[in-house]
């Protein structure tokens, strides 16, 4: 049988952009343009590395966000991924990551999984538990943070390079893995990639497909409450000295004036 | 008063300097029970007590080290529902982050992460949070559940609060999913003997005008004046002239000390974000229009070859 191979993905805003809340302190969506996360394509890359050595694999893109998500889908899409799940639903917008790892942990069991891929964390939230949260509801080992991963013989291996030490990790299938940017590059759609994805099929679901009560999801579902956002002041303009032969010893007097040295 | 849970960092019983801090914190919310898991007990328990622990739960077993994350989410499991914890506080480092997200999910509680401060307030701790690459600060609570709470390092100081820290047992059940992510080899990292990257009160980086991995001994040598740490911008380390694991930004490392030195870094936003809220920062860069520019307490323009080897000779002069 194929190793059916999940990976979790996000459409944001875009990093270079100016993001913003909107009134009620969620990400405002419609200030600027949205894109696959980078963070993500370095596990659609890896997914595609690891269904190409299987020989025998599927790879399903799934997404939860709005209706321009679904370009985030047709990006990995056309990388290389065979299929698509999007899940959206008006009851979502302000969900947490408790929320949205439950509507991810279902929509990866209605597709079907021997392997669920992730990246290490969305650009916009940044907080990177969402795989963490993804595999202890679907009751999975978690090989996180890899720089590199295989699958043989029904487990995934991989290496994680932490602070202190690097280490060499192992669980067996069905897993959850999470991926860096060290990964590898992700390769780049190829025209016949791009025209091949739009006839890749893209199911669209909504919550009650999933079984999933509104009132699980959405702000008003959340398990945490942000009560402010403020903009961080601008900083103060500094000093500039153009070096003259002296610029290092202008700095010195700076890092004494300020008592660093 | 109410007890908070804190999930102590260690080396063999080494407390890590982010534990600390957290102790510091959750002495605002109640009194820190801490939870010590592995081998060490008796060397962090006196450390532990120093610094406001009222209790000190240890476990010790096999599965704390040969298996990642979920034995310590079964044992922190297992201490609250032993003591009935008004917030757990954890470490946002790798694992610490997602031992907590686990845990939030087992105890049906709203996790914050990364935060920068935290206060009690009226509803449960009130968290800071440094958002959309440092453009905006949160406030934000958990409000379903105890308070699930990781913590970025030097987000607070390191106070001295004797307290008794008792030294009881914890004991532990292992699921069946605490053997699921077996460590089968582990290399240690060769110590540079400087600072850890995000504990570190000073930090200097260096970036594409480095020019090769050959040349960040101008870098190191500064870093070493100042008793400082070496960082490295995401296009220095791609260009495979530093380690990731110095790499400072969105991707690497975030960090916040109280002087950030970039040298040779324009300053993108994928850079910015890790070092933004430095309390004072200082650039070298041949190109006036960089953005780091922008960030800057006192910027030099100029060429880091130059500036630089000059910066580290006046430090070591002064410094005597």
């Known amino acids: ?261 | 008063m109410a007890e908070v849970l804190v999930l102590v960092d260690h080396v063999d019983g080494a407390v890590r300097k982010p534990t600390l801090e957290l102790l510091t914190l959750a002495r605002r919310i109640g009194d820190p029970v801490a939870v010590h898991l592995g081998p060490g007990a008796e060397t962090a328990a006196p450390v532990l007590a120093e610094h406001g622990a009222v209790r000190v739960l240890t476990a010790d077993a096999p599965e704390f080290t040969d298996y990642l994350v979920v034995p310590k989410v079964d044992a922190l499991q297992a201490a609250a529902a032993a003591t009935s914890p008004v917030a757990v506080l954890v470490a946002s480092s790798a694992e610490g982050k997602e031992v907590a997200a686990r845990l939030a999910l087992r105890l049906g509680s709203g996790i914050i992460t990364d935060a920068t401060d935290l206060v009690a307030g009226d509803d449960g701790p009130v968290a800071t949070q440094s958002v959309f690459a440092a453009a905006f600060t949160t406030k934000s609570r958990v409000s379903h559940g105890v308070p699930v709470i990781t913590v970025k390092p030097n987000s607070a100081p390191v106070e001295p609060a004797a307290a008794a820290g008792t030294v009881e047992p914890l004991a532990v059940t292992f699921g069946e999913l605490a053997t699921g992510t077996k460590v089968v080899s582990r290399t240690p990292r060769q110590s540079t003997g400087r600072p850890e990257l995000t504990e570190a009160a000073i930090v200097v980086s260096g970036g594409r005008g480095v020019n090769g991995a050959e040349n960040f001994s101008v870098i190191e040598e500064l870093a070493d004046s100042l008793g400082a740490a070496v960082g490295a911008s995401r296009a220095a380390v791609d260009a495979g002239w530093y380690p990731h694991t110095n790499q400072v930004g969105q991707t690497g490392k975030s960090v916040s000390p109280q002087l950030y030195i970039a040298n040779g870094i324009s300053g993108a936003i994928q850079h910015r974000a890790g070092m933004q809220t430095s309390k004072t920062i200082v650039a070298v860069n041949k190109d006036a229009e960089a953005p780091i520019f922008d960030l800057v307490d006192y910027g030099v323009v100029g060429d880091l070859f130059q500036v630089v080897p000059q910066l580290t000779e006046e430090i070591k002069a002064r410094k005597g």
């Open chain 1, 1 to 261: 049988m194929s190793l059916r191979i999940v990976v979790a993905v996000k459409y944001v805003p875009d990093a270079t952009g100016d993001r913003h809340f909107a009134d009620d302190l969620t990400t405002d969506r419609d200030a600027v343009d949205g894109l696959l996360s980078e963070l993500d394509e370095y596990a659609v890359e890896q997914a595609l590395q690891i269904a190409e050595a299987s020989g025998d694999a599927e790879i399903t893109v799934l997404t939860v966000g709005p209706e321009d998500a679904k370009d985030a889908l047709r990006k990995a899409l056309s990388m290389g991924a065979h299929k698509a799940i999007h899940v959206e639903d008006d009851a979502l917008h302000g969900t947490d990551v408790i929320g949205t790892s439950l509507v991810l942990a279902k929509a990866v069991e209605h597709a079907g999984y021997d392997l669920v891929v992730t990246g290490m964390a969305s650009t916009d939230g940044t907080a990177g538990v969402v795989p963490a949260l993804l595999a202890e509801r679907l009751g999975i080992p978690q090989v996180t943070l890899l720089s590199e991963v295989a699958v043989a013989d029904g487990k995934v291996t991989g290496r994680r390079d932490g602070d202190a030490a690097s280490e060499q990790l192992e669980a067996s299938l069905p897993a959850l893995v999470s991926v860096t940017d060290q990964s590898g590059e992700a390769r780049y759609p190829s025209f016949k990639g791009i025209m091949a994805a739009k006839k890749k099929p893209v199911e669209s679901l909504d919550l009650s497909d999933l079984g999933i009560d509104a009132a699980e999801v959405g702000l008003g579902g959340a398990w945490t409450a942000v009560q402010d956002a403020t903009a961080r002041p601008p900083r103060t303009a500094g000093t500039i000295v153009k070096d003259e032969g002296e610029g290092g010893k202008q700095l010195a007097a700076y890092l004494a004036e300020q008592k660093f040295i």
